[in-house]
């Protein structure tokens, strides 16, 4: 069983920035692929970027390219989502997920079995 939780989530202004943290309670964090999604009131949840197991490997959606950074740090389980350029269309509830084994179709979020509980990115205009 793996434990996600996330944190680093606000009210920032349009064009700001935020960096998000996924802290898994997991002994081998190294083996799991970890995604970042996102779910705006009304609207299903989408993805928004993933890193493979050694961080060589990442994967955005084109709405986030060039503003998001996702990275990650084994040695202390947890993996970041830097935000830059924060418009108030990125404003959701962002959750990190992973899943044991290799980046492949990381963008669909029925590859993933473990979910933390989210945290709330607001952009105001």
């Known amino acids: 069983q793996v434990h996600l939780v996330e944190s680093g989530g606000g009210l920032v202004q349009a064009g700001g920035s935020l960096r998000l943290s996924c802290a898994a309670s997991?002994?081998?964090?190294?083996?799991?692929?970890v995604a970042w999604f996102r779910q705006a009131p009304g609207k299903e949840r989408e993805f928004v970027t993933a890193?493979?197991?050694?961080?060589?490997?990442?994967l955005y959606a084109d709405s986030v390219k060039g503003r998001f950074t996702i990275s990650r740090d084994n040695a202390k389980n947890t993996v970041y989502l830097q935000m830059n350029g924060l418009k108030p269309e990125d404003t959701a509830v962002y959750y990190c997920?992973?899943?044991?084994?290799?980046?492949?179709?990381?963008?669909?979020?029925?590859?993933?079995?473990?979910w933390g509980q989210g945290t709330q990115v607001t952009v105001s205009s």
């Open positions: 997920a992973a899943r044991a084994g290799a980046l492949i179709n990381g963008d669909y979020a029925d590859k993933y079995d473990y």
């Open positions: 997991v002994r081998t964090f190294s083996i799991y692929t």
């Open positions: 890193i493979s197991r050694g961080g060589g490997t990442t």
